[in-house]
């Protein structure tokens, strides 16, 4: 049974591998900054790190079964000293896992601990930081990069269950996928959009430049001349703001805009939406994509990263796939994907039989903690050798 130490700036680059190694009985922990003492457990004795006395809180991830000890000193010392910090409160790790390049400080005392760096954001300037394995967060993620190995990640299913969500009006899965409509009825009531029963539903959350907001800005008008619906939700970069409002006021029967979208509204978006734009790569990981498919709601993505791992692109010749690709993250791609969307949605038992297959794919945790175990077994055999 590995004992395996996660040292993180942020809890959600690990949490979902964390718990999954502790289900299948993995020894895990991890060290990150202290950002609230909200609903924490315990405060634990102040320990000595780079000199200064830090403060302790420990805490567990939800599920209870994964204890992170949250340290109150700055992010940079924390995670400089994270496995000193974790061999004083008497856990003494055989692989320290960091996450992102500001958590290899940690390695630097980590031996004799094998140790791994997973590149959730891969450096812009090509410098990698030294471990006994580097990974990113899937294998597309990985291209490019010497020695680096690509390790798809997951979603937290029961957070994002269409059958037992607490936030959505009416609950769906594979077997029942017409309750479906309830959501999208609810989700077109909530941001003001008529029903039309012959359009379809596009949904675009957390707009940024990363995310695609500029391309949906510039093709805004090709798309609201579409006989569908967008429902664009989540405070991103302010220059998009107005942008996006205008073109909600200019089409209010098809483009709606909500900037403060709250976690109930999300939900609602990603269920009910019969299509996920993510027209730019900003999501090495794939997680926005494994969120929507989780749904039955087929992604609209460009073809980088992790997006480009998890979409299968719809073949409309064999009636295969589970979302469409951009051929780049441009306006004119974007629409051609849409339109390419739009027709399959004309084809309504073909689009109702994807997407419940869609529902039916795993993106649980379990398999990425399964392929990290082998990567923690290769590099603890080659330290022996």
Known sequence: ???????????????????????????ARVVAPLRSTAGLARRLTPLVLDGAEATVWEGTLPGGRVPVYHVDALEAAVLRTAVDA?????????????????????LATARPAATI???HHPPAGGDLPAADRLAAPSPRAAQGLPGVVGVLGGIDVDSWNPAADPLLPAHFGPASPARKQAVKAA?????????????PLFAAIGMSAEGGAGVLVEAGGELAALEAQIVVLGRGERRFEEPLASLARRHPNRIAFAADADEALVHRAVAGADFLLAPAPADPAGT??????????????????GLDDVVVDYDPDSR?????????????????????????YRDGKTLARLSARAMELDFSWDAAARRYGELYAQVMEAQKS
């Open 117 to 119: 760096v997973t590149l």
């Open 320 to 344: 295969t796939g589970s979302g469409f690709k951009l051929t780049e993250p441009t306006p004119a791609a974007l629409v051609a994907a849409a339109r390419r969307a739009l027709a399959l």
């Open 288 to 305: 926005v994509a494994m969120i929507a498919l989780r749904h039955g709601t087929l992604p609209v993505v460009s073809a980088t990263g």
């Open 187 to 199: 989700l077109l009531h909530d941001v003001g959009l008529p029903a039309r029963a012959h359009a």
């Open 86 to 106: 974790a061999r004083e409160l008497g856990f003494a790790p055989q692989v320290v896992h960091a996450h992102d390049v500001a958590a290899a400080a940690a």
């Open 1 to 27: 049974m590995n004992a395996v130490l996660h040292v993180t700036p942020d809890l959600s680059l690990c949490a979902g591998l964390a718990r999954a190694q502790a289900r299948a009985g993995t020894r």
